[in-house]
């Protein structure tokens, strides 16, 4: 039989710490490999042939060092590469490996929440330009309106630990007042970013109470669990001894102390170089 090994996690920058969070609490019996790519972060502005190829080079380095299974923990990865890298790059792989995203297993299940067929989406600009969940949540349910509201400031706000200071109250009731005045009868908004799950009290303090806030660590952490669960043969090469190691492409001092805000524990990361 073949090796097990981890369940490969990779983002852009920190945002999917908060999906790997949701899965050691759901999930604590597998190992998890934790990439971020945050030398060339972040991915948001970036070109979509550019997305992919970093995308590309992160997923090969974590199948290379045993993961079988990846989980793209990054919508911007998620919207302009998962696509590429399942259709054109996993048929020549060896059997059996897989890459999932993090749009899918939030849209699927939208159409639950929302009694008015109004959604609201708070992303990145890329993600948003991307237009992935207005496609992703009309494949499911036609019938639902999406309106989306890009929020750049949000991902600096998180990662210079302001998010929960003041100075962000202007940017999070900016976003929550354009996004609702594009659309006032929105009852249920997805957060589309890793990061934002960070901002999530402050945006609560804005929103209407009648709005549903949906962010996507637990809905991934339970769409895995069910995946492992219908394909047993994945399921099988994924090791279990709940332990996580952390890489990243830029300083490890650096990365330690940003992962640890997204964490809520001290992190110890190990730098690394990625292959030619």
Same mark, same amino acid.
């Given at each position: ?95 059996? &490996? ?6 899918? #297993?939030?849209? %699927? =299940? ?6 008015? /067929? @109004? ?104 769409? &895995? ?6 394909? #047993?043969?994945? %399921? =099988? ?6 332990? /996580? @190691? ?31």
């Amino acid at each position: 039989m073949k090796t097990a090994g981890p369940i490969g996690v990779f983002d852009s920058g920190y945002g999917g710490l908060t999906i790997l969070k949701e899965f050691v609490q759901l999930l604590p019996q597998y190992d998890y490999l934790y990439l971020g790519d945050n030398a060339r972060a972040p991915y948001g502005n970036r070109s979509f042939e550019t997305v992919y190829e970093y995308t590309k080079e992160c997923v090969n380095f974590l199948f290379s060092n045993g993961c079988k299974l990846v989980i793209l923990a990054c919508n911007t990865a998620s919207a302009k590469a998962l696509r590429t890298i399942q259709q054109k790059d996993l048929p020549l792989m060896q059997e059996n &490996l897989r890459v999932l995203g993090v749009i899918r #297993p939030t849209t %699927e =299940i939208v159409g639950n929440y929302t009694k008015s /067929q @109004k959604v609201g989406i708070f992303a990145t600009t890329g993600t948003v330009l991307s237009q992935s969940y207005v496609v992703e949540i009309q494949k499911f349910f036609p019938a639902i309106e999406v309106t989306q509201e890009a929020c750049p400031m949000w991902v600096p706000l998180v990662e210079n630990n302001e998010f929960n200071k003041p100075g962000a109250d202007y940017f999070v009731k900016k976003h929550i007042d354009s996004l609702l005045s594009k659309q006032p009868d929105i009852d249920t908004i997805i957060l589309g970013c890793t990061h934002y799950p960070l901002l999530v009290d402050k945006i609560k303090s804005y929103l209407p109470k009648s709005i549903t806030l949906l962010a996507q660590g637990q809905l991934v952490a339970q769409s &895995l669990s069910d995946y492992l669960t219908r394909h #047993p043969e994945i %399921e =099988i090469q994924c090791s279990k001894n709940g332990t /996580q @190691k952390y890489l990243t492409t830029d300083d490890a001092e650096n990365f330690n102390k940003q992962a640890s805000i997204f964490i809520g524990a001290s992190v110890n990361s190990t730098p690394i170089n990625l292959p030619d």
